[in-house]
Nanobody
Framework: QVQLVESGGGLVQAGGSLRLSCVVS????????VGWYRQAPGKQREWVAS???????NYADSVKGRFTISRDNAENTVSLQMNSLKPEDTAVYYC?????????WGQGTQVTVSS
């Protein structure tokens, strides 16, 4: 079992920055990938960024150049640094982790970007 707990969401003006953190606990040695997803009101959940173990990070085109995902294995955390935020970035952001057989999700943290 893997548990994910996010923090760091909030309200920010357009052009501002926020840093989301996700504490990963449990069977972390079995993880193949960690990442972030988001879901805006009335829309489907969409992939934002991810790191596959042993490989470089990947980003959705909509956030490339503005967001940076990082993984700290010593602290068992996954972070998402979000810069140059836009109103369209407003969503609930979810931390995610996957093994070969199962996906895990955090409870989500709200990010609101005002214009």
């Amino acid at each position: 079992q893997v548990q994910l707990v996010e923090s760091g969401g909030g309200l920010v003006q357009a052009g501002g920055s926020l840093r989301l953190s996700c504490v990963v606990s449990g069977s972390i040695f079995s993880l193949n990938a960690v990442g972030w997803y988001r879901q805006a009101p009335g829309k489907q959940r969409e992939w934002v960024a991810s790191i596959i173990t042993g490989r470089s990070a990947n980003y959705a085109d909509s956030v490339k150049g503005r967001f940076t995902i990082s993984r700290d294995n010593a602290e068992n955390t996954v972070s998402l640094q979000m810069n140059s935020l836009k109103p369209e970035d407003t969503a609930v952001y979810y931390c995610a982790a996957s093994t070969k057989v199962q996906n895990y999700w955090g409870q989500g943290t709200q990010v609101t970007v005002s214009s």
